[in-house]
């Protein structure tokens, strides 16, 4: 099976910027989305085709995919950006979609 | 605006059948490019896919889960359901319905989720 990689945790400061990341075996081949889940809600689309924002997202949110790893970059941080984040591929080789296991971004 | 909705039942006995359904209002499912899936998520845990639908019925599902997972589409009455087979309390999750984008090749990307519903498989 494959398998996205993301770290549990990370903090950054009100205002600077963050990144989280998303590893895989070649996932620069692959095009990655990121889904943000806010406590008690569904989760919610912010990135999709490693880089395209859906209409709404904030221009903060941006996304990268080069090699082996994934960024989603959150510029400026705000409180409201405080939520688990879940970057999601699709692997043709088995055929299905892929999570990564979420990261939880706090915002100080 | 589109929206989906899940429904079922809250309380499944361990071994028995899950069923759900996800009605979707502001929209039709017989759309190319989008397919209709299914998310489970544990309490304080990650999300998990389950597998995912077209409107001409072509179905994809999780490795893990494939040989005890159904997912159907009625269009007529604008749902997709999902049955899980044989389940146990590792089961016991919030399950999701979401509109799955898939307009180019390997792009995938879940751009419209349901609320979600509890469902604890409990005797």
């Known amino acids: 099976s494959y398998d996205l990689t993301q770290a549990p945790s990370l903090s950054v400061s009100l205002g600077q910027t963050a990144s989280v990341t998303c590893s895989g075996d070649k996932l620069g081949s692959k095009y990655v989305s990121w889904h943000q889940q806010r406590p008690g809600q569904s989760p919610l689309l912010v990135v999709f085709r490693d880089n395209k924002r859906p209409s709404g997202i904030p221009e903060r949110f941006s996304g990268s995919n080069s090699g082996g790893t994934a960024t989603l970059t959150i510029s400026g941080a705000q409180p409201m950006d405080e939520a688990d984040y879940y970057c999601q591929a699709w692997d043709s080789s088995t055929t299905s979609v892929v999570f990564g296991g979420g990261t939880k971004l706090t915002v100080l | 605006q589109l929206q989906l909705l899940e429904s079922g039942p809250g309380l499944v006995k361990p071994s028995e059948t899950l069923s759900l359904t996800c009605n979707v209002s502001?929209?039709?499912?017989?759309?190319?490019?989008?397919?209709w899936g299914w998310i489970r998520q544990p309490p304080g845990k990650g999300l998990e896919w389950v597998g995912s639908?077209?409107?001409?019925?072509?179905?994809y599902y999780n490795p893990s889960l494939k040989s005890r997972v159904g997912i159907s589409i009625d269009t007529s009455k604008n749902q997709f359901s999902l049955k899980l087979r044989s389940v146990t309390a590792a089961d016991s999750a919030v399950y999701y319905c979401a509109r799955e984008r898939r307009q180019e090749w390997l792009v995938s990307a879940f751009d419209v989720w349901g609320k979600g519903t509890m469902v604890t498989v409990s005797s």
């Open positions: 639908v077209f409107y001409s019925g072509t179905t």
């Open positions: 502001g929209g039709f499912l017989n759309i190319s490019g989008y397919y």
